[in-house]
């Protein structure tokens, strides 16, 4: 079992928010990692771009699990205030008009992702879950929300167009208007994340899972993976930027700008209590 | 805290349906009111049009709760007999070919509307609650049937496009096909009502929930409506219309006319056991 | 109560698959029953085409549910072997490219099907239960399993179509591309089966939905179930062939001639573990 960081032979940063953990050739794991809030940030959608570039062309790969190295966070809402910097990197490029096509690409890829989810995925972190193909979560640990509206924006990375195909109208409009958490337990009732399992049990069920897919053949995992697409259908590129580029576009709302003032005031972006109960948080911060 | 009756200002009507309760100016309480049976009739449309009027051109109003101040009730079927009378009064109209306008304002309105069930939703009460943005319905409570196949008719206001893209078909095919009751618990699983929610708690429930969403910004929560309404899809106008104009139809069927003939007979429209257990007894009456 | 081999009147088979229990005239019971495993086969497809013609012809007829003489399988895979056979009986027609249309004819029938599943509905048998109007299955004896993948192969009788409408795509891919064993209870949580009941209610169960069904009006059931399907959609003919046809393409694929060689020697057709196990047996059947 080989250990090995997204950009080892680029060394191009020192600082590696994927590693991949090759359990055999067919299945790896992939640890994010950015401490110490596991921000969504462009060098971690970098490392994505450089990951989707392998698992794309490796011929012998049939299973990728996304874990978190943060027991409390999967992966967190985007690094705000750098969510328009180009890093010089490989795979780097601008998150606005792009992430469409990681999300398009990661769903249409011959491999199978699942989202394993322990702690907090929320905003862009609960729509990257949501671009995997299936999702396990914790009972105890995972939560789940749309943190945006409460800030006054909206989910712009996808959120949206998965939830809708999945969970239909009345829910999909419940969890991206109350902006609230939810848990593991309302996301299998819901049908977001594929079961919740119990904590001490997830890690053996999702490798007993991902064991099993990579013992088939590649080419029957890829059609069958092909068939569900064309039927059960994935938001298209155009649907994906479009609600990109209205995120984008909140900028030139002024509620928008005084709502991000106030919860960086709040503290948005720190360790502390604000990340970690942000959604709880956002119910209590004085109209704007 | 105001309470107004949604005519009072025109004074053209005695018998108020729907009183608004203004718990904040973004947030209103809508009770449902016509004793003795909560019917939907002539008079309850118009009323709700004059309703989404407001909705649609308040500025401050974000959320409305509607709920019935007769616990058996959330809201019955239609007043059957008085189904075609436009009476003389503000937001009056036809039901037939009018009914999937108001469905389609509301479900497009930029306010989010909330049904809180209690009690029995039938039918056309079925159908409204459908049309609202989101459910929640008392575990105890709460009782949802389309009773018409049962009545050799169908459901025409709009509850088979709604459960066919909540629930799927072949839960829709057994929900209007058996013409049976099905509860909170039932719906939570099915997917028709967001959540169920034991009834001592529902209340405070709804009200927490109404209230979050109540201070954050309007044009956040209008925007994620409208995504989740353009990925979710709402049924057409013309879909909605369809389906209404097949119920319009049904007066051509012998087999209706007999049916309904019948149930008057049992008790339809009356104070009684009918209307309390009106599925239970489409089981009991004799073939038609 | 008359009980009535498909093909009595034929006398082309002694060896009939289906039998007509005639609860009443307007409901009946389709016992599936080709010993010693269930196995779909040429004769069981020409009598589903025998009994699909006197289901759209019969005036009286509004229900039918399918149900095993077997208590181990609902209905098996396809007996692959003789997959391609037609035989010299009424009914008779080559599976590839006529699938499609048994499934599309019953799903538009004016009659609803109900599948009552007990024991195993694997592959073929458990696309021939997605394709009836509904499904309730035994919580302690159904188990579900599109095991094609597993076996180097894909489904290709509507699994994928189904599912996907009814499952939404990552419950979708699960179990696709698990191809494992999947229960009632986890089938009514992801909503491939309307519900989960327990074997000993099982039968009064469907058995009471059946009969409440059979008493109302013929017209209002067939234009209650035409409403639905305009509207939760059912799978195109040609979705459903083009499937069927990725299926029978299958053959060109050198490793599914292996797995099937494989899968022959660990007791794939015979009477023992491995068709009794046949999801768990396919984790153990080291990499092709």
């Known amino acids: 079992?080989?250990?090995?960081?997204?950009?080892?032979?680029?060394?191009?940063?020192?600082?590696?928010?994927?590693?991949?953990?090759?359990?055999?050739?067919?299945?790896?794991?992939?640890?994010i990692n950015n401490p110490p809030l596991n921000l969504f940030d462009p060098k971690m959608f970098a490392e994505l771009n450089v990951l989707l570039d392998n698992i794309?062309?490796?011929?012998?790969?049939?299973?990728?699990?996304?874990?978190?190295a943060d027991e409390d966070f999967f992966m967190n809402h985007h690094d705000v205030e750098n969510r328009t910097t180009v890093p010089d990197q490989p795979g780097a490029m601008p998150f606005f008009g792009n992430w469409p096509k990681f999300v398009t690409r990661l769903a249409q890829?011959?491999?199978?992702?699942?989202?394993?989810?322990?702690?907090?995925?929320r905003a862009q972190g609960f729509e990257f879950a949501l671009a995997c193909d299936m999702r396990f979560?914790?009972?105890?640990?995972?939560?789940?929300?749309?943190?945006?509206?409460?800030?006054?924006?909206?989910?712009?990375?996808g959120g949206v167009e998965w939830l809708s195909a999945l969970v239909g109208r009345s829910?999909?409009?419940?969890?991206?208007?109350?902006?609230d958490d939810f848990d593991a337990e309302?996301?299998?009732?819901?049908?977001?994340?594929?079961?919740?399992?119990?904590?001490?049990?997830?890690?053996?069920?999702?490798?007993?899972?991902?064991e099993r897919?990579?013992?088939?053949?590649?080419?029957?995992?890829?059609?069958?993976?092909?068939?569900?697409n064309a039927r059960a259908g994935i938001p298209s590129e155009g649907d994906l930027w479009m609600s990109n580029h209205i995120l984008q576009g909140v900028d030139l709302w002024p509620e928008a700008g005084k709502a991000f003032s106030k919860m960086l005031d709040a503290g948005?972006?720190?360790?502390?209590?604000?990340e970690l109960n942000f959604a709880e948080r956002l119910g209590d911060l004085p109209t704007v």
Chains 1, 2, 3 share one sequence.
């Open 137 to 157: 979560a914790s009972k105890e640990r995972a939560k789940f929300a749309l943190v945006e509206v409460g800030g006054s924006s909206i989910p712009g990375g």
């Open 268 to 274: 948005l972006g720190k360790v502390g209590n604000f």
């Open 213 to 228: 897919m990579a013992k088939f053949e590649k080419r029957a995992l890829e059609t069958g993976k092909k068939m569900v």
């Open 56 to 68: 794309e062309t490796d011929n012998e790969l049939k299973v990728v699990v996304f874990e978190s």
């Open 1 to 31: 079992m080989e250990t090995i960081p997204i950009l080892e032979n680029e060394q191009k940063s020192n600082d590696n928010r994927l590693t991949i953990i090759r359990k055999s050739p067919a299945y790896w794991s992939i640890i």
């Open 171 to 179: 829910r999909a409009l419940e969890i991206v208007l109350s902006a």
């Open 109 to 121: 890829a011959p491999v199978i992702s699942i989202a394993k989810v322990r702690g907090r995925a």
């Open 186 to 210: 309302i996301g299998e009732r819901y049908g977001f994340v594929n079961r919740s399992i119990a904590d001490v049990e997830l890690d053996s069920y999702v490798d007993a899972l991902a």
